[in-house]
């Protein structure tokens, strides 16, 4: 029997990230991991612009512009191997320049078009994610278990019971909370009873990294529709994406072999190319689920365990690793005891609808990619609108997860959205970034000239778990205050222009504060 105060099931990113948000407010933590080493197989070749935000607020900015670099170097090799001009790498923090995705294989998503166009997908691939995270989780003490199944659970009012096989034989948990990060097929999501509508698969797509006989035939680069389905080539070295819209998967789960992955790419690309060897494949529909509540009790989903959807636009982590960060700090807030009312259940209210917008954006897809005259018409159409600046920012934040608003009370339009990078300075003149205040995992409030620190004497009482910095922001000269909870999102915010009555009485962060950071005095456990 071994004790921790909370378990996670699976080891990927999401759960990797959940446990280590939860080690920065010191609980103790299990990943119960069935895999005995990480994954290999082909999966996100980029991360969003959200994805890559949360991370750089916890001190991976350096690491992400590593996986970059190398991506970009994978990227260059393949552009010149066939007569292109290597791409260069955006500079960090600097507005992207060109596309900056794509809706449906239609590369029109224009950064020149958006609001915020720095704020863009970040080039690291999910096993480099993995791997600082689990780096990390080191770090911090996490017990990540490799080669443990979950195979029992029983949920109390206290807590979670829990029987794991592993390879010395069962051992038996006790927790506080279980969380569910263990995929789309997900046991805990199963065995706990959590409803999970939706539609069923329409089409079988492969994604792998092969080598090619004659990868000429498979030229230009890039996505493109065929009268077969959607084929994609590039953008490194041997990574191939073929559908075919003829139904799912006879048999889902058997192992990709040579002849079935070569079959599917010869109908879909219409050439009788030839792959050598498979290096990675995976084997994918457009199934398209989300849980309708993410906690049972002391039960909770996150990532793939509450919602599946084809990968089309490259969303998942994204949508993934913003379950796991928002989850993290309200979780270690219920266990320390100084959770205000209704912080857990806000968990489900404002998860929920963000993966509903990313499921529904991906039926889209798939219906604006199909290989008929009706669709090719629509695509036509939807081009043409993509021409629009309107329609182009509209997409754009879509499909970066921008446009997702929290239910948060207040007027300012800042407040229910994930505020990006800020460089301040601080009172004592040195440079700061927002997300460098971050690292730790406490909410920031940051006074821009409100003075938030005599008008609201209580603030210093919530330092455990609030920073709160002066600072001058020349970026925003309008602002004066924004509270910042720990996922990112804005709590709070007001205006110069609104002067002491902004920052007192109804209009002021008291409320705010309470709201997310509960009472000055934490309960005990």
Not at 366 to 379: E, F, I, K, N, W
Request: glycine share 12%; charged share 20%.
């Amino acid at each position: 029997m071994e004790t921790f105060e909370f378990i996670v099931v699976g080891g990927g990113p999401v759960g990797l990230l959940l446990a280590c948000e939860l080690r920065l407010r010191g609980a103790s933590v299990v990943v119960l991991e069935q895999r005995d080493t990480p994954d290999p197989t082909i999966k996100a070749a980029t991360i969003g612009p959200l994805a890559g935000e949360m991370l750089e607020r916890r001190g991976f900015a350096p690491q992400l512009r590593e996986a970059e670099r190398a991506l970009f170097e994978r990227m260059a090799s393949m552009k010149r191997s066939t007569g292109g001009s290597p791409p260069a790498m955006p500079a960090a923090g600097a507005p992207v320049r060109g596309i900056l995705g794509h809706f449906a294989g239609l590369f029109l998503l224009d950064a020149a078009m958006q609001d915020e166009p720095a704020r863009r997908p970040v080039g690291a691939d999910q096993q480099a994610v993995e791997a600082m995270l689990a780096a990390r989780a080191a770090e911090l003490g996490v017990a990540l278990r490799r080669g443990h199944e979950l195979v029992e659970f029983e949920p109390t009012d206290l807590g979670v019971t829990a029987e794991t096989r592993t390879p010395a034989g069962t051992v038996i948990l006790q927790a506080r909370y279980l969380v569910g990060c263990d995929g789309g097929r997900s046991f805990v999501r199963k065995h706990a009873g959590f409803e999970f509508p939706g539609t069923p698969p329409t089409l079988t797509g492969y994604q792998a990294l092969v080598d090619l006989v004659d990868p000429e035939q498979l030229l230009p680069l890039g996505w493109r529709r065929t009268p077969r389905g959607m084929l994609a080539y590039g953008p490194v070295p041997g990574r191939i994406l073929a559908v075919e819209f003829e139904g799912s998967p006879a048999q889902r789960d058997a192992p990709i072999t040579l002849d079935e992955l070569q079959g599917a790419l010869r109908r879909v690309s219409g050439t009788d190319v030839t792959i050598r060897a498979i290096r990675t494949a995976t084997r994918w529909t457009d199934n398209a689920r989300v849980a309708t509540d993410y906690r049972r009790g002391r039960v909770l989903l996150a990532g793939d365990a509450a919602h599946v959807h084809s990968p089309f636009g490259g969303q998942g982590m994204n949508l993934g690793m913003g379950d796991a960060m928002n989850l993290g700090w309200k979780l270690a807030a219920a266990l320390a005891g100084w959770a205000p009312p209704g912080l857990l259940d806000s968990y489900s209210a404002e998860r929920q609808p963000a993966a509903l917008r990313v499921v529904d954006n991906t039926r889209a897809q798939v219906a604006l990619m199909r290989p008929d005259p009706q669709t090719s018409a629509l695509r036509e159409l939807f081009t043409t609108l993509l021409g629009m600046a309107p329609v182009n920012a509209y997409l754009g934040a879509m499909m970066r997860g921008l446009d997702v608003r929290y239910p948060i009370a207040g007027d300012h339009p800042l407040i229910g959205h994930p505020l990006g990078d800020l460089a301040l300075v601080l009172a004592d003149g040195t440079a700061a970034r927002s997300f460098d205040l971050c690292h730790d995992g406490r909410g920031l409030l940051i006074d821009l000239g409100a003075g938030l620190g005599a008008r609201t004497p209580d603030i210093a009482a919530l330092r455990d778990r609030l920073r709160v910095v002066e600072a001058r922001c020349d970026q925003r000269p309008e602002l004066g205050g924004v509270l910042i909870r720990p996922d990112g999102y804005v709590a709070w915010a007001v205006d110069r222009s609104a002067g002491a009555a902004g920052v007192t009485g109804a209009a002021g962060p008291a409320a705010a504060l309470a709201t997310w950071f509960g009472a000055a005095a934490p309960a005990a456990p």
